[in-house]
């Protein structure tokens, strides 16, 4: 199965959201989750190069609109793993999704439809 891989050249969506977190009010959101977290990662507790990760994107919502429960500081090199974890892990729900022909996903990010549709994941 074809796995999403992270790319370094910014895609015009990725400029959208860079722009965002830029954003003082992601700023400010990032260094309270930051702060909860005692500035350590969340993983492995180093505390360089902090970053904030969002367990998942709900459409229309900007990054500092979350619930600080559904984000987590992370060290660079743990939310790299995370998120290829993750990114890997959305795509086999959608494509799994897809086959069962459960809903049309067709042109939806998987991303998307999980944060908008998490009852619709399968059980099995
Ligand atoms: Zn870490």
Redesign the pocket.
């Known amino acids: 199965m074809a796995i999403a891989t992270k790319t370094t050249t910014e895609q015009p969506g990725q400029t959208w959201y860079s722009s965002k977190l830029r954003d003082a009010r992601w700023q400010k959101k990032a260094a309270e989750i930051k702060a909860l977290a005692g500035w350590k990662?969340e993983?492995?507790?180093?505390m360089q190069d902090l970053t904030v990760h969002h367990c998942y994107y709900i459409r229309g919502r900007d990054p500092w609109e979350y619930d600080n429960g559904l984000l987590i500081c992370?060290?660079w090199?743990?939310?790299r793993e995370r998120q290829m974890f993750e990114d890997a892990l959305m795509l086999g729900i959608a494509l799994h999704l897809r086959q069962r022909a459960t809903c049309d996903i067709k042109n939806t990010p998987a991303w998307a439809f999980f944060g908008e549709k998490p009852e619709l994941l399968p059980l099995e």
């Open positions: 990662c993983e492995c507790s180093g992370l060290c090199e743990c939310h």
